[in-house]
């Protein structure tokens, strides 16, 4: 079965500062990767994907995640956070071989605050 | 714009009433989903469809059930709601349903039942 794990639930840092939000994911075949904001009282919004090809995945607002299979994680990044970056993210997997009806498993959230 | 809506955005009923949230997509998506979400669970799938009069459960679908009658709607009820439904619900459309396919959410509803 797929699975993702986000071992932080919360993750400070400073305005200005590089963030990390980490995602590891355990499938049995090959892996298609998502990331997900949610801004208080809103909906989900797609941040990134890894479908294949390059390892480093650039998306919205700035942000980009790498995937690294041998690890199997899938970090969210970028260079230098703003305040408004602060919200709940979300990691999420999808099992090529898991012989499943293609459903995403989301990761529990991580809390991301981003300090002035 | 095309667009995700729910309705309402926050509902209050009580143990044992039937509830039925509202999931309607401009966006012509022949996949729905519906979520729930709560603290520490991250979002686990109710049931789900891959269009018109096409059904199918989740991870978490007791005491829930779905119709897909349009393209557009893809209402959810609780026959009798229980305490432990309490949480916020969100809906989801794709395009494909292919395993590249992205999910994109509405606003959410907040239920709570008493």
């Known amino acids: 079965a797929q699975s993702v794990a986000q071992p932080e639930d919360q993750v400070n840092v400073a305005e200005g500062n590089p963030l990390t939000v980490k995602c590891t994911y355990s499938?049995?075949?090959?892996?298609?990767l998502f990331w997900y904001v949610q801004y208080p009282n809103r909906g989900l919004q797609f941040l990134l994907k890894?479908?294949?090809?390059?390892?480093l995945v650039k998306g919205s607002y700035g942000f980009e995640a790498e995937f690294n299979k041998s690890q199997t994680s899938f970090h969210l990044k970028k260079p230098s956070a703003l305040v408004s970056d602060s919200a709940l993210y979300f990691c999420a997997v999808r099992d090529k071989g898991s012989g499943s009806a293609r459903q995403l498993t989301f990761g529990s959230g991580t809390q991301l605050t981003v300090l002035p | 714009d095309a667009e995700i809506t729910q309705s309402p955005r926050h509902k209050i009923t009580e143990t044992g009433r039937q509830v039925t949230l509202a999931c309607h997509q401009t966006w012509n998506h022949n996949n729905m989903f519906w979520y729930r979400q709560d603290l520490g669970h991250g979002l686990r799938l109710i049931h789900y469809?891959?269009?018109?009069?096409?059904?199918n459960k989740g991870e978490v679908s007791d005491g829930y059930s779905v119709s897909r009658s349009n393209t557009e709607d893809l209402p959810l009820t609780l026959e009798s709601a229980a305490s432990s439904q309490t949480s916020v619900y969100f809906c989801a459309s794709s395009e494909s349903g292919g395993w590249t396919d992205t999910q994109y959410f509405g606003p959410g509803t907040r239920l709570t039942v008493l």
């Open positions: 499938v049995s075949g090959n892996p298609y």
């Open positions: 469809s891959y269009g018109v009069q096409d059904t």
């Open positions: 890894y479908i294949t090809g390059d390892n």
